[in-house]
């Protein structure tokens, strides 16, 4: 055979060889492609642990860290199996059947281990066994948490698979027995419909706020009487009363204690002597709507009064709550410190309608001033633009200003009474140590309006820096000389 034969059988023979291998290493991977197909679809299988309907459930059973609880299903209400009559919140155990009714795993870690404690399943996090009412029982146990964040080591029943969990099964078992009471319903407070608001401090004056349009001792003001301000009776801010009444929508228990208190009870949490208590009266709206844009005419809708009362025992061991009992309740709870502090937090000066006079001067018809003998009257008319609507739809008028019958211009009359009543205010109550350098009066001013007249009286203090102010007879607080005098200044000189 010729050389140049050889070098063509050789080159055959080797791409035959070439075929057959590559023919081969085709065949293996196929073949482990199969394998792993073969593998995950077992995998697939045993990722379902167990799966039972919530609704079949008649018993669970959870140990944690916190808590060894069972709970168990009578006509219909989840019920704790060691004290029948501790109220379970439902909607908690219900978060529970939702976690662990069916548990599916993301993986099978390991079957067959040598050690369940590099788990921690020989010391596990939680366990819980559920029954449902065909006698079926299924326990899950739950070890450490997977340092590469798969989820939970856990198995079920036997220990020969463990598999990896997801991690938010475990957020309903943290629950302590304290947090699966059944807390009172949280007050549906709209500080815009509190009606009395009372608290009562175990050391200090109590404070009280009063709302009686139609029989306040301060009704022409906003209908509020506080209660005591500095011992007397005084109109109240709606505006910083509201503000107060903010924080009554955020009452709400954060967890119970005890839910049939004792005396020794109320003693150790300090509510046999509590620091406060407070007193809430309100009503609520039916059909009542968030939108600031509602149109419905809230004299139309149906109101119900209620009333909330809850007593301030000590705080906890963070400092985060107080202990509290409620009104129409046997228990004992914990709120918010940063809430109940806010409320009871009140300064009765802050509170008030600081301002004897509001300064409306469309309301305006005339005003009379009385100062060292003499008397002077503004008069404002007011005549409607015919075929003019303002933006607000409202009618539109021509104002007219006349001191002592003489015109005076009415934008600059406007800019003045605004400015010189705007400034007239409450600066301190009077006090009874001062010696006051007489009791003549330094002037009136006494102001019709559309809806109401109002007569303001100055009479001396210190002599210095500040005037007594009787409005309408009632003579509590002081004002700055300096602004009242302005006040007459500023008005007889209008132009």
Same mark, same amino acid.
């Not at 807390?183 to 009395?196: H, K, R």
């Not at 404070?207 to 022409?220: I, L, M, P, S, T």
């Not at 509020?224 to 503000?243: C, E, F, H, R």
């Not at 140590?433 to 102001?447: D, E, Y």
């Given at each position: 055979?010729?050389?140049?034969?050889?070098?063509?059988?050789?080159?055959?023979?080797?791409?035959?060889?070439?075929?057959?291998?590559?023919?081969?290493?085709?065949?293996?991977?196929?073949?482990?492609?199969?394998?792993?197909?073969?593998?995950?679809?077992?995998?697939?299988?045993?990722?379902?642990?167990?799966?039972?309907?919530?609704?079949?459930?008649?018993?669970?059973?959870?140990?944690?860290?916190?808590?060894?609880?069972?709970?168990?299903?009578?006509?219909?209400?989840?019920?704790?199996?060691?004290?029948?009559?501790?109220?379970?919140?439902?909607?908690?155990? $219900?978060?529970? #059947?939702?976690?662990?009714?069916?548990?599916?795993?993301?993986?099978?870690?390991?079957?067959?281990?040598?050690?369940?404690?590099?788990?921690?399943?020989?010391?596990?996090?939680?366990?819980?066994? #559920?029954? +449902?009412?065909?006698?079926?029982?299924?326990?899950?146990?739950?070890?450490?948490?997977?340092?590469?964040?798969?989820?939970?080591?856990?198995?079920?029943?036997?220990?020969?698979?463990?598999?990896?969990?997801?991690?938010?099964?475990?957020?309903?078992?943290?629950?302590?027995?304290?947090?699966?009471?059944?807390?009172?319903?949280?007050?549906?407070?709209?500080?815009?419909?509190?009606?009395?608001?009372?608290?009562?401090?175990?050391?200090?004056?109590?404070?009280?706020?009063?709302?009686?349009?139609?029989?306040?001792?301060?009704?022409?003001?906003?209908?509020?009487?506080?209660?005591?301000?500095?011992?007397?009776?005084?109109?109240?801010?709606?505006?910083?009363?509201? $503000?107060?009444?903010?924080?009554?929508?955020?009452?709400?228990?954060?967890?119970?204690?005890?839910?049939?208190?004792?005396?020794?009870?109320?003693?150790?949490?300090?509510?046999?002597?509590?620091?406060?208590?407070?007193?809430?009266?309100?009503?609520?709206?039916?059909?009542?709507?968030?939108?600031?844009?509602?149109?419905?005419?809230?004299?139309?809708?149906?109101?119900?009064?209620?009333?909330?009362?809850?007593?301030?025992?000590?705080?906890?061991?963070?400092?985060?709550?107080?202990?509290?009992?409620?009104?129409?309740?046997?228990?004992?709870?914990?709120?918010?410190?940063?809430?109940? +502090?806010?409320?009871?937090?009140?300064?009765?000066?802050?509170?008030?309608?600081?301002?004897?006079?509001?300064?409306?001067?469309?309301?305006?018809?005339?005003?009379?001033?009385?100062?060292?003998?003499?008397?002077?009257?503004?008069?404002?008319?007011?005549?409607?633009?015919?075929?003019?609507?303002?933006?607000?739809?409202?009618?539109?008028?021509?104002?007219?200003?006349?001191?002592?019958?003489?015109?005076?211009?009415?934008?600059?009359?406007?800019?003045?009474?605004?400015?010189?009543?705007?400034?007239?205010?409450?600066?301190?109550?009077?006090?009874?140590?001062?010696?006051?350098?007489? $009791?003549?009066?330094?002037?009136?001013?006494?102001?019709?309006?559309?809806?109401?007249?109002?007569?303001?009286?100055? #009479?001396?203090?210190?002599?210095?820096?500040?005037?007594?102010?009787?409005?309408?007879?009632?003579?509590?607080?002081?004002?700055?000389?300096?602004?009242?005098?302005?006040?007459?200044?500023?008005?007889?000189?209008?132009?």
């Amino acid at each position: 055979m010729s050389k140049k034969k050889k070098q063509t059988m050789t080159i055959v023979i080797l791409c035959v060889l070439l075929v057959a291998a590559g023919i081969g290493y085709y065949g293996a991977g196929v073949h482990q492609k199969k394998k792993a197909a073969k593998e995950a679809a077992q995998e697939d299988k045993e990722i379902t642990l167990y799966s039972l309907k919530a609704d079949d459930l008649v018993s669970v059973h959870v140990v944690s860290d916190k808590a060894d609880m069972t709970y168990t299903k009578e006509n219909g209400v989840w019920k704790d199996a060691k004290d029948n009559q501790y109220p379970i919140d439902q909607e908690k155990i $219900n978060d529970i #059947l939702d976690d662990v009714a069916e548990v599916k795993a993301s993986k099978l870690v390991v079957m067959d281990p040598e050690d369940i404690s590099q788990y921690q399943l020989d010391k596990p996090s939680y366990q819980i066994e #559920l029954k +449902d009412r065909a006698g079926t029982t299924k326990t899950l146990t739950i070890g450490m948490e997977s340092v590469a964040a798969e989820g939970y080591y856990a198995y079920c029943g036997n220990k020969n698979k463990i598999y990896a969990i997801p991690s938010n099964i475990t957020d309903s078992l943290s629950y302590t027995k304290q947090e699966m009471m059944e807390l009172p319903e949280q007050p549906d407070i709209n500080a815009s419909y509190v009606t009395a608001f009372k608290v009562t401090p175990s050391k200090g004056e109590t404070f009280e706020a009063v709302y009686n349009k139609n029989r306040a001792q301060y009704k022409d003001y906003e209908g509020w009487d506080i209660t005591p301000v500095y011992g007397k009776t005084m109109p109240g801010s709606v505006s910083a009363l509201q $503000n107060q009444f903010s924080g009554l929508a955020n009452l709400s228990c954060t967890d119970g204690v005890t839910y049939k208190a004792t005396s020794s009870d109320k003693k150790k949490y300090g509510l046999d002597k509590p620091s406060y208590v407070v007193d809430v009266s309100y009503y609520t709206v039916e059909g009542d709507s968030t939108d600031q844009n509602s149109t419905t005419d809230e004299s139309k809708q149906k109101k119900t009064d209620h009333v909330y009362q809850f007593s301030v025992g000590k705080k906890d061991k963070s400092g985060d709550n107080y202990y509290v009992s409620i009104h129409g309740e046997k228990g004992i709870y914990r709120m918010s410190a940063e809430t109940i +502090d806010g409320i009871v937090a009140v300064t009765p000066m802050n509170m008030l309608c600081n301002t004897p006079h509001k300064t409306n001067v469309d309301t305006l018809q005339e005003i009379t001033l009385t100062q060292n003998g003499k008397t002077h009257k503004i008069v404002m008319t007011k005549k409607e633009v015919k075929n003019a609507i303002s933006e607000d739809n409202s009618k539109v008028y021509d104002y007219y200003v006349k001191l002592d019958g003489k015109s005076v211009d009415q934008e600059t009359f406007r800019t003045t009474y605004q400015t010189v009543f705007g400034n007239l205010v409450y600066r301190r109550p009077i006090s009874d140590k001062q010696k006051v350098t007489g $009791n003549k009066s330094v002037g009136t001013i006494t102001l019709k309006t559309d809806d109401r007249t109002l007569k303001l009286e100055f #009479l001396p203090y210190d002599g210095v820096n500040f005037y007594r102010i009787k409005v309408d007879g009632q003579c509590h607080f002081l004002v700055d000389k300096n602004v009242a005098d302005k006040v007459f200044e500023k008005l007889l000189a209008s132009k």
